[in-house]
């Protein structure tokens, strides 16, 4: 519910907002290069990043909502290793495309891993919250860089990191989860159990 109710809702509201208002002043140029306006203390937005990294181990495990040991071990890690992944391959995305580091997006991609993965991380696997956060960390580069180009702009990437990754850890739950953690004992398409469960995400998103 988490990448969905909270976050992908929430960045289809912020896309509402910014295709109301319009770009900032002086972001883009009439030749359709971009000008960046980066924040001006990215040592607090860093702080920041990590405030909501530790928030999050409140977020998760207490959503089981029950003193479930085994639960709360395994939600804490894997919510933790799809953070790291995504930040890991958020930087190696930038430096790539960028052709330098980026640290605005080596933090927008830790906080995609977060998003990403608070609707599965009761029912993957740790090796499959890593690859979750791997995505999720590519994915916010892709996102932000394809948002600039069709001139929609986003100061933080906040749509980037919760719609977009939002709609992705909603999905993730059809693709990667297993039926041994499930409630209904559903597994997704990579754990055998076809696209019946996928689809039921893919509708939540669009519903």
Same mark, same amino acid.
Request: net charge negative.
């Given at each position: 519910a988490g990448s969905t109710q909270v976050h992908s809702i929430g960045g289809w509201a912020a896309l509402a907002g910014v295709l109301v208002l319009g770009p900032r002043i002086g972001k883009y140029n009439k030749d359709g290069s971009v000008n960046p306006i980066p924040g001006h203390n990215l040592s607090l937005a860093l702080i920041g990043c990590f405030v909501l990294w530790l928030g999050w181990f409140?977020?998760?495990?207490?959503?089981?909502?029950? +003193?479930?040991?085994?639960?709360? #071990?395994?939600?804490?890690?894997?919510t933790n290793t799809a953070a790291a992944a995504a930040m890991l391959s958020a930087t190696l995305a930038a430096t790539w495309l960028l052709g330098k580091p980026d640290l605005g997006m080596t933090i927008n991609g830790c906080l995609?891993?977060?998003v990403a993965i608070t609707?599965?991380? +009761?029912?993957?696997s740790v090796e499959s919250s890593i !690859? !979750?956060?791997l995505v999720a960390g590519v994915v916010?580069?892709? #996102?932000?860089? +394809?948002?600039?180009?069709?001139k929609i702009d986003d100061p933080v990437g906040a749509i980037s990191v919760h719609l977009v990754n939002g709609i992705w850890g909603t999905l993730s739950i059809g693709l990667f989860a297993e039926s041994r953690w499930t409630p209904a004992q559903a597994s997704g398409l990579f754990f055998g159990g076809g696209t019946q469960q996928l689809v039921t995400q893919l509708l939540g998103v669009v519903r």
């Open positions: 409140g977020f998760n495990p207490g959503s089981t909502m029950a +003193a479930d040991v085994e639960a709360i #071990s395994r939600i804490c890690v894997t995609a891993g977060l609707a599965p991380c +009761a029912f993957v !690859i !979750i956060g916010v580069v892709l #996102s932000v860089i +394809a948002y600039d180009k069709v």
